[in-house]
């Protein structure tokens, strides 16, 4: 018989804020001090994900704690996907600093739709035109504002391919169809509510002939908080893994034999989320 998530006291809610703060720490007595971009593009991509990955787990604990818990569970897919796009940039070294930089040109292409735009706006004056080109230039903008709909990795199918495969951090028990199923409830799951679509709109279903009065939603979400402790316990680990990695500042085997709190966890198949 399958036990839940909220009988693992290290899956528990206060638990998992322990576990926030503690990785925090750990990344502070670090003092990693970011290198020039034009030889260490990753370090860029590393920090800045880094320090999404905290501020995405303290948004989620601040949602739970308000009673938001369904809210804060959608936001978990945020996390799941930012580490997979660590786990593809890092798992293959040699492909680190091509990779990263795609990544961070994702951006700059996302400015040539909003500078083509603003050019079809009438009410833009011809000096107006002119300063958008010079900053085009400039910033190496692209004129195809098509470019921010395409996947910044070229890669059709991202999350579904990338999400399942090995990286050279994963523990020996760590295996394709844990990664599957952990897909499912970080990634699947979690995407109902984020796109609003059922199940994430359970919670605020109204019965026959029940008046619709607001707040609408109130009171606990055990399931989701148990999945969004476990949402935390392996990507917030992950992402902190996948960029000390690729900046070379902690041991490939401290990982591989979980001697670092970010090491990778197995989580056990017969414990299940509500």
């Known amino acids: 018989m399958y036990k839940t998530l909220e009988d693992d006291p290290a899956f528990s809610f206060e638990a998992t804020i322990t576990f926030v703060d503690s990785l925090q720490q750990c990344i502070n007595d670090l003092s990693i001090f970011t290198r020039r971009g034009d030889y260490y593009t990753f370090d860029f991509v590393a920090g800045e994900a880094i320090a999404k990955a905290f501020t995405l787990c303290r948004a989620v604990v601040v949602l739970v704690q308000n009673g938001f818990p369904d809210e804060a569970f959608a936001l978990c897919r945020s996390l799941f996907e930012l580490s997979v796009y660590l786990r593809y940039i890092t798992r293959e070294p040699a492909l680190l600093q091509a990779r990263s930089l795609d990544f961070l040109r994702f951006g700059v292409n996302a400015k040539g739709f909003w500078t083509d735009l603003l050019n079809k706006s009438d009410s833009l004056t011809n000096a107006q035109r002119t300063e958008i080109e010079r900053y085009k230039s400039e ?36 295996d394709e169809k844990m990664r599957d199923r952990d897909r499912a409830i970080s990634y699947t799951d979690a995407s109902s509510y984020v796109h609003c679509t059922q199940p994430g709109l359970d919670r605020y279903a109204y019965d026959w002939r029940e008046p619709i009065q607001l707040p609408k939603g109130d009171g606990p979400n055990n399931a989701n908080i148990s999945k969004i402790c476990m949402v935390i316990h392996v990507h917030l680990r992950a992402v902190v893994r996948f960029s000390l990695y690729g900046l070379k500042v902690v041991p490939l085997d401290d990982f591989i034999y979980r001697r670092h709190p970010a090491s990778d966890i197995f989580v056990n198949p017969n414990l299940q989320p509500k």
């Open 139 to 174: 910033n190496n903008i692209p004129d195809d504002p098509k470019l921010v709909t395409q996947p910044w990795s070229g890669v059709r199918r991202f999350i579904e391919k990338y999400s399942k495969l090995s990286h050279p951090t994963d523990v020996a028990d760590s």
